[in-house]
T-cell receptor, first 114, second 115 residues
Framework: GNSVTQMEGPVTLSEEAFLTINCTYTATGYPSLFWYVQYPGEGLQLLLKATKADDKGSNKGFEATYRKETTSFHLEKGSVQVSDSAVYFCALSDLINAGNMLTFGGGTRLMVKP | ETGVTQSPTHLIKTRGQQVTLRCSSQSGHNTVSWYQQALGQGPQFIFQYYREEENGRGNFPPRFSGLQFPNYSSELNVNALELDDSALYLC??????????????FGPGTRLTVL
């Protein structure tokens, strides 16, 4: 079946450092790929998405490029802020009947120190 | 526009009991999905409801069941609770679209603790 693998955390960075969180996937067909963010005590918020190979999703300074040849969707940000501290989940979307289901990685906790 | 809401926020049950969790979908959405997120793990798909019928199911036993109502709200029922059912239960709503590539919007979750 389909699966998503993320680098384990926690990732601890100083403010303004460069961030990379690795994500690779295994899937049949051509899934859509997503990054979700979860702040403490909250549900999931969509951060960015890409629906086909070579698409780049971007939002709030975060970027990720859908790489079909390496089955990867790594999350990057050039300069992190303390407010970026959260858990980040990589996910892919499978079609099911009339809708779609999400398969998530295990999550990567990011801690940004001032 | 009202987002996805879930109730209750927290719940404590004992092993063997039954529980019902509720979800109101976002305005304009007709599909509801439920996910289980164990502590320190990623969410796992339980099932999805569309037009009041189960549209797909993950690897969960039959004691996990659900309903969707005409107003697109939904319930998740879990019978014979086990300790491993302790988790954050997330509801997500979406609008079924051609090709199934519709974005899911998540609620804040219900934290279930089974003692």
């Amino acid at each position: 079946g389909n699966s998503v693998t993320q680098m384990e955390g926690p990732v601890t960075l100083s403010e303004e450092a460069f961030l990379t969180i690795n994500c690779t996937y295994t899937a049949t067909g051509y899934p859509s790929l997503f990054w979700y963010v979860q702040y403490p005590g909250e549900g999931l918020q969509l951060l960015l998405k890409a629906t086909k190979a070579d698409d780049k999703g971007s939002n709030k300074g975060f970027e990720a490029t859908y790489r079909k040849e390496t089955t990867s969707f790594h999350l990057e940000k050039g300069s992190v802020q303390v407010s970026d501290s959260a858990v980040y989940f990589c996910a892919l979307s499978d079609l099911i009947n009339a809708g779609n289901m999400l398969t998530f990685g295990g999550g990567t906790r990011l801690m940004v120190k001032p | 526009e009202t987002g996805v809401t879930q109730s209750p926020t927290h719940l404590i049950k004992t092993r063997g009991q039954q529980v019902t969790l509720r979800c109101s979908s976002q305005s304009g959405h007709n599909t509801v999905s439920w996910y289980q997120q164990a502590l320190g793990q990623g969410p796992q798909f339980i099932f999805q409801y569309y037009r009041e019928e189960e549209n797909g199911r993950g690897n969960f036993p039959p004691r996990f069941s659900g309903l969707q109502f005409p107003n697109y709200s939904s319930e998740l029922n879990v019978n014979a609770l086990e300790l491993d059912d302790s988790a954050l239960y997330l509801c997500a709503s979406s609008r079924a679209a051609s090709g199934g590539r519709s974005e899911q919007f998540f609620g804040p979750g219900t934290r279930l603790t089974v003692l």
